[in-house]
Structure formats: structure tokens, C-alpha cells
């Protein structure tokens, strides 16, 4: 069973800038396609970048330009850089497969951008 363990979030002004990332244990990592997701309180989770297991990325349109992920596969890790923060990227950010069925939710990292 993998288990994901998230970090790097905190606090930060809005415009700035932080990293997370995600560790992954588990010998099937490199095959998988992995994404962050955020949630924010009262909303649902969503995913806002994805990384395939080739390493062709995508974004969601509120992210797009801002945030870029990215992965090391002999190090089991995949990471976000965010820049340009704002105050709607306050959130709990996990990371997890994306599509199929996915693996167990790490406890995630607050990210709170303060304006």
C-alpha cells in the first residue's frame, strides 16, 4: 500500500511563493500518474495540477501560469511550485494518483496566503 506524506505548506503573503512536496513509498510510483489536489473550507476537493508518468503536465485554469509540478521518480517525490499566491489558493493541498482507483489521502498541507 503507498502512503503519501505532504509538506512545505504555510503561511505566506499573497504574491509570494512556496514549495511542496509529496513523498511516496511504494515500488509503483514512476507508472502513475499523480496530481494535487486542493480543498478549501466548504468546498470540495479539486484537483488543480497533474503530472503523467512521462512528465507531461496540466493545470487547472485558476493555477494555469502560476504553479508548476513536477516529479522525481527515483526519489519517489512529486512537487509544486507555487508563485504568485493569492488568497483563494488558501487550502489543505494533498497529492494522489490521478484516475484508476487512487491511493489512501495523506493528512495533506495547510496553505494559507494572507492578503
Known amino acids: 500500500q503507498v502512503q503519501l506524506v505532504e509538506s512545505g505548506g504555510g503561511l505566506v503573503q499573497a504574491g509570494g511563493s512556496l514549495r511542496l512536496s509529496c513523498a511516496a513509498s511504494?515500488?509503483?510510483?514512476?507508472?502513475?500518474?499523480m496530481g494535487w489536489y486542493r480543498q478549501a473550507p466548504g468546498k470540495q476537493r479539486a484537483l488543480v495540477a497533474l503530472?503523467?508518468?512521462?512528465?507531461?503536465?496540466n493545470y487547472a485554469d485558476s493555477v494555469e501560469g502560476r504553479f508548476t509540478i513536477s516529479r522525481d521518480n527515483a526519489k519517489k517525490t512529486v512537487f509544486l511550485q507555487m508563485n504568485s499566491l493569492k488568497s483563494e489558493d488558501t487550502a489543505v493541498y494533498y497529492c494522489?494518483?490521478?484516475?484508476?482507483?487512487?491511493?489512501?489521502w495523506g493528512q495533506g498541507t495547510q496553505v494559507t496566503v494572507s492578503s
Open positions: 503530472i503523467t508518468s512521462n512528465g507531461r503536465t
Open positions: 494522489n494518483k490521478v484516475g484508476g482507483i487512487i491511493f489512501e
Open positions: 511504494g515500488s509503483t510510483f514512476s507508472i502513475n500518474d
